[in-house]
């Protein structure tokens, strides 16, 4: 099956500093969304991005499908940011995730 | 709108009691998936239908698992002796269509222990 890779697994940022996580696939896909799962286990969709730019207040993400990665933006962190970030792929028939992002923010 | 609606959300069990997981899939969804979450294996797929069908029961991890979905508003998952080994978080989520279509929502999961 089609490969996720996300990174940094790991990052711990100062409230208030932005970041960037990556997530690279390794065959072209049709659908592409990124989920935040928080400290209580709820996975809350963030965007719903298989190609181009979106924002949603301090998010961002931008996929460049042609060359099988896409981006999420976080500017100005708070606490409440904090969570496991997951990618999630989807080829055609079912969506393939990857091992997060687990981000921490400091106050 | 109502989400996806899992129940329970908290299961302890003993080992060799039988589990039974469901779900109520969000209205007009024709995808509905059960995925399994542990700290070492990460985000699993189980199993996934459309329109009620099972299409893809690869992820099923042996026979003491078994998934079903009698309409389109409802499935369960069942284990049948659990064993300990089998403590996660079981979530669903459904999708209208997939591929291009579709965007994944999930159910707020059900943790399962068993003891």
């Known amino acids: 099956g089609i490969q996720v890779e996300q990174s940094p697994p790991d990052l711990i940022l100062q409230e208030g500093a932005n970041s960037t996580l990556r997530c690279n696939f390794s065959?072209?896909?049709?659908?592409l969304q990124w989920f935040h799962q928080n400290p209580w286990g709820q996975l809350i969709n963030l965007f719903y991005?298989?190609?181009g730019t979106k924002q949603n207040g301090r998010l961002s993400a931008t996929t460049v499908a042609t060359e099988r990665y896409s981006l999420l933006y976080i500017s100005s962190s708070q606490t409440t940011d904090s969570g496991v970030y997951f990618c999630?792929?989807?080829?055609?028939?079912?969506?393939?995730f990857g091992t997060g992002t687990s981000l921490t923010v400091i106050p | 709108d109502a989400g996806v609606i899992q129940s329970p959300r908290h299961e302890v069990t003993e080992m060799g009691q039988e589990v039974t997981l469901r779900c109520k899939p969000i209205?007009?969804?024709?995808?509905l998936f059960w995925y399994r979450q542990t700290m070492m294996r990460g985000l699993e797929l189980l199993i996934y239908?459309?329109?009620?069908?099972?299409?893809?029961d690869s992820g099923m991890p042996e026979d003491r698992f078994s998934a079903k979905m009698p309409n389109a508003s409802f499935s369960t998952l069942k284990i049948q002796p659990s064993e300990p080994r089998d403590s996660a978080v079981y979530f669903c989520?459904?999708?209208?269509?997939?591929?291009?279509?579709?965007?994944?929502?999930f159910g707020e999961g059900s943790r399962l222990t068993v003891l």
């Open positions: 209205s007009g969804h024709d995808y």
């Open positions: 065959d072209s896909v049709n659908n």
């Open positions: 991005i298989p190609s």
């Open positions: 989520a459904s999708s209208r269509g997939t591929g291009a279509t579709g965007e994944l929502f």
């Open positions: 239908f459309n329109n009620n069908v099972p299409i893809d």
């Open positions: 999630a792929v989807d080829p055609g028939n079912q969506f393939y």
